[in-house]
């Protein structure tokens, strides 16, 4: 609470005392924690000590090049030479580096990725454990082939030409189709524009071995790489590995230059208009590039990047404003300022209209930027900015020792590829108030005056077929009159701050008693109104604080006619606001607090869950409290509501994606079942306003129904009074629900059908499921894990290494304990029209191998491994403690146990998957739907 107060007096004085001098040529003062060294040959290194999670570290090599360096005949090289990495390198042939690093239970594409842009390509091994012998070492190696030892064999190329075709056919949609579209008038006919990282696959089907040897040789050299090693390692050793393992690799002789691309001015506006038969609904982008500088940064550019982000978030709380309106013409907007290019940034509104309605929604967005041009922003609305930043570095800086690896990895990447600095962030904040205390309105207003220029102006309209679409000429006019408009009026805030619950009566009740629980270390209150409240303190990670409300009953005990109207309980509840205040003014109470709470009712529960960091205890629970005893139904909120549900429905009908779903749920329930409506017309009018708020008034009517759980960096000594006054104040009465089962069946038991779609870009996707009644027991949750992993690592190999067949097969299970206890697993992939027959019957060879007891005991290994690193890493979140609770007092069992968990894995043993696999496949039931194009 102090800090609070310190910020506060701040902008008290702002005006009247002289604050310290800005100056803004020095440089930003710079994280020492990292540390950044750079070899003989040119390659920079970067190493960060954290504990955040215990005995992991995550090695990452960022490399300074991309798609944008290919020649013509080189269009995807940058990518499929990424995908290379993974196939073969000097110490680690053939999927070596994968192999390797699963058999210490690293995931591929969760803990192992890697991705190629227009200016970077980046490999990353996240949460490698560091206290196995020789894995650092290893994972040093790794990066080191990576840097220099790529073997790139013919086989290997060839092989994987499939698996880069099978990724670009899986990406193909209408927004990538509409992305592809714009680039040229979005980076203004630059090479950028012809450089999409996918590629040709025309290039992808034909390149020589040379050509990707040569893109290899060319570009992945020192000059252009930096290594970075985050977590918990000790710097000194890293280093002098580093030095050893990396200075060998020589520098190349006489190398291509690197250029940076630059994106020229343009005095006349660009334009773009797009459309596609899968899009439906459209969107406008209105922005103006502005130029970027890699130099040095100095406070300067602080202070530059600060109003840059305060005048974006200002202008889009206006707009938003508008939105929730329901004669709004758009459904949403927002203004931001983003990087574009390596060399340029953008700054502009992003606009998606309602049906027609696409010159309106778009003069009305940019009136709103010009009244800003023209009046700047009010007091209130600055305070309200600086209050929500002041908040953000405080958390921030509170929570300086939890930030997440991937965090300082963004940071070093930007230093590396941008030169942004890595900033100490105590030291910048010490800035960043210095700002604050001597900004004046017009401070902001001028800033806003220099974005909004008249020359680098790019208009892309994604547009739709019969449509009044936005042209040029119409665009023009409407900027040209909307910008000569003297009727433009300044923007008032009618908003007088008030607290949440200011004019709200609170009769305290009190905590009746009182129980310590030994064996997990909680602490159950019953309060005088009869409702429970378990609590557990832990500053595993500081200043966090859960809270969580189950009550079950659900949609189980609702009728079928009121299930549409039920699914947007939680929606309205959330556009509605909160007590006396709409949305909007929800927001302005809450300015630089740090505190959320929603509702969600799902099939047999109605939950209530909500986060604050320490100092916002008190925020969460009068939200919770209000929750109670005056939720916001508001009909405007409503009426928008429905709009947002129209637009989707129009979206949905040329999306693909939807038609599956639809079809899947039509195949397995049916047109007409009650129970699982598909979303149309007629389920739209079937939500009424009326109906949600009786819904939600008779799920939420008594808090003594539900069980509450509190966990995280808040004692109980200052939590005690909080629940005496904001839970054991709510009425309650002796009502207790249960749920019941409701639940559907399929109508066959086996669905096998092939369904032929229009689409613009042709490929198949394959849905095979199988599900069955099954006994739910923790045991048998990981025998269902450990076959889903297994499978999916079979496929992996089969299905897209050996055949190039698809460019992934996910497979998905759930055991399910209520409303019925059973077993599931789902395997889904896209691939080529022409080989869904091969594929699909591989899939079920190797579902068969494992059934009959072809299990590869490495295959397990790696399953089971990354299962107890898992159970590791979790304890080191918040979240762990709220699952213990919720384990213990709903469902009664001790996740801290290892009988619970490390005993249950470890006792895993081939033929447990295969007698788990065998009687869960005996008389299940199954669907195997394809989907192709129509012809
Ligand atoms: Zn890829």
């Known amino acids: 609470m102090k800090n609070l107060l310190t910020v506060f007096s701040l902008f008290l004085v702002a005006y009247t005392v002289s604050a ?36 992991v570290a995550s090695y990452y090599i960022i ?26 390198t000097k110490n680690f042939p053939g999927k070596g580096v994968l192999n390797t690093l699963q058999k210490h239970g690293a995931v591929f594409a969760k803990d192992i990725n890697a991705y190629t842009a227009f200016d970077e390509t980046v490999y990353n091994m996240d949460n490698i454990p560091t206290n196995v012998d020789g894995l650092i070492d290893t994972s040093l190696l790794i990066l080191h ?16 030409r499939g698996v880069i075709k099978e990724e670009w056919r899986s990406r193909q949609n209408g927004d990538m189709r509409l992305f592809k579209n714009s680039l040229p008038t979005m980076f203004n006919n630059t090479k950028y524009a012809e450089r999409m990282p996918i590629g040709l696959m025309s290039v992808i089907d034909n390149f020589k071995y040379k050509a990707l040897r040569d893109f290899y040789h060319d570009w992945y050299r020192t000059d252009l790489q930096a290594i970075a090693v985050v977590g918990d390692i000790d710097v000194e050793e890293i280093e002098q590995k580093i030095e050893k393992l990396f200075a060998k690799i020589p520098a190349i002789q006489n190398p291509i230059e690197r250029v940076v691309v630059n994106i020229p001015d343009n005095a006349a506006m660009l334009y773009n208009l797009g459309m596609d038969k899968e899009i439906t609904t459209s969107n406008i982008s209105f922005t103006i590039n502005q130029p970027k500088s890699l130099k040095d940064e100095t406070v300067a550019d602080l202070k530059e990047a600060l109003f840059n982000k305060m005048v974006s978030s200002m202008l889009s709380s206006r707009l938003k404003e508008i939105a929730q309106k329901p004669d709004a013409s758009f459904v949403s907007a927002s203004c931001s300022y983003q990087s574009l290019a390596r060399a340029k940034n953008s700054f502009g509104l992003m606009i998606y209209p309602k049906p027609n309605r696409q010159q309106q929604a778009f003069k009305t967005a940019l009136e709103e930027l010009n009244r800003a041009v023209k009046f700047g922003f009010t007091q209130a609305e600055i305070d309200r900015t600086i209050a929500v930043y002041s908040n953000y570095y405080q958390t921030k800086i509170s929570k300086i020792d939890q930030t997440p690896h991937f965090e300082i990895i963004n940071s070093i990447q930007k230093n590396y590829l941008e030169n942004e600095t890595m900033t100490d962030l105590a030291k910048e904040y010490e800035l960043v108030k210095n700002i604050f205390a001597q900004l004046a309105p017009k401070d902001l207003h001028d800033f806003l005056k220099k974005l909004y220029t008249a020359e680098n102006r790019v208009l892309d309209v994604t547009g739709v077929e ?25 923007y008032t805030d009618a908003f007088v701050g ?37 609590y557990k303190f832990t500053d595993i990670e500081k200043n966090n604080v859960l809270f969580e409300a189950a009550s079950f009953g659900g949609n189980s005990l609702l009728k079928d006619a009121d299930l549409p109207s039920a699914a947007m309980v939680s929606n309205l509840v959330g556009m509605s606001g909160l007590g006396d205040y709409n949305s909007t003014d929800l927001a302005k109470v809450l300015a630089g607090k740090s505190a959320k709470s929603r509702i969600s009712i ?28 005056k939720p916001r139904f508001d009909e405007d909120s409503f009426k928008v509501l429905q709009n947002n549900l129209e637009n989707s429905l ?43 708020k009786s819904i939600y008034q008779d799920r939420f009517n008594n808090a003594a129904d539900f069980v509450f759980f509190i966990t995280g960096d808040v004692s109980k000594e200052v939590l005690k009074p909080l629940l005496e006054k904001y839970l054991a104040s709510l009425p309650t009465t002796k009502k207790k629900e249960k749920w019941q089962d409701n639940s559907v069946t399929w109508l066959n038991d086996t669905n096998k059908k092939d369904v032929f779609l229009p689409m613009e870009d042709p490929k198949a996707t394959v849905r095979i499921a199988f599900k069955n009644k099954f006994k739910y027991s923790l045991k048998n949750t990981y025998l269902l894990k450990a076959f889903q992993d297994i499978l999916e690592l079979r496929l992996m190999e089969t299905l897209r290494e050996q055949e190039g067949g698809t460019y992934g097969a996910s497979v998905y299970s ?56 898992d159970v590791k890493e979790q304890k080191e979140y918040t979240g762990y403690q709220m699952n213990l609770l919720y384990d213990y007092f709903i469902e009664g069992y001790n996740r801290d146990e290892a009988k619970n968990n490390v005993d249950l894995i470890n006792a895993i043993k081939p033929q447990d998957i295969q007698k788990f696999v065998q009687l869960m496949m005996n008389n299940s039931q199954s669907f195997e739907i394809v989907f192709k194009p129509a012809k």
Not at 33 to 51: C, Q, S
Not at 64 to 82: K, R, T, W
Not at 467 to 484: P, W
Not at 660 to 688: A, C, H, Q, W
């Open 145 to 160: 082939d990576w840097a220099d030892g790529l073997l790139l064999t013919d086989a290997e190329i060839d092989a994987e």
């Open 650 to 692: 129009i979206r949905r009908k040329g999306d693909i994606a939807y038609k599956m779903e639809d079809s899947v749920s039509t195949i397995l329930y049916g047109f007409d079942n009650p129970k699982k409506r598909l979303f149309d017309e007629k389920y739209l009018k079937d939500i009424s306003f009326e109906k949600i």
């Open 20 to 55: 310290q001098e800005l100056k803004l040529n020095d440089p930003l003062p710079v994280n020492q924690k990292i540390k950044k060294g750079v070899l003989k040959n040119g390659l920079t290194y970067y190493i960060y000590k954290t504990d955040v999670i215990k005995n």
């Open 602 to 629: 799902s099939e047999l529960e109605e939950t209530i869950s909500g986060m604050s960091t320490t100092k916002d205890v008190e925020t969460m629970l009068q939200m919770l409290h209000l929750q109670f005893v």
């Open 63 to 88: 490399q300074n090049v991309g798609s944008i360096l290919e020649n013509d005949d080189q269009q995807g090289l940058a990518h499929f030479l990424e995908h290379m990495a993974f196939n073969g």
């Open 498 to 534: 008030e607290t949440l619950t200011s004019g709200i009566e609170i009769k305290e009740g009190k905590i009746v008693s009182e129980k310590n629980n030994k064996e997990i270390n909680a602490t159950t209150f019953v309060l005088s109104n009869g409702m429970v409240v378990n």
């Open 466 to 490: 019969g449509d009044n679409n936005l042209s040029r000429e119409e665009a023009l006019t409407i900027i040209n009159n909307v910008e000569k408009d003297t009727a433009l009026t300044a």
């Open 814 to 869: 759930s055991l399910s304990k209520r409303p019925k206890e059973s077993a599931s697993f789902y395997v889904y992939f896209d691939c080529n029209p022409d080989k869904v027959d091969k594929l699909v019957s591989i899939v079920h060879q190797e579902i068969d191998k494992i059934k009959n007891g072809t299990i590869d005991k490495e295959d397990l290994d790696k399953a089971l491994i990354s299962y107890l690193k």
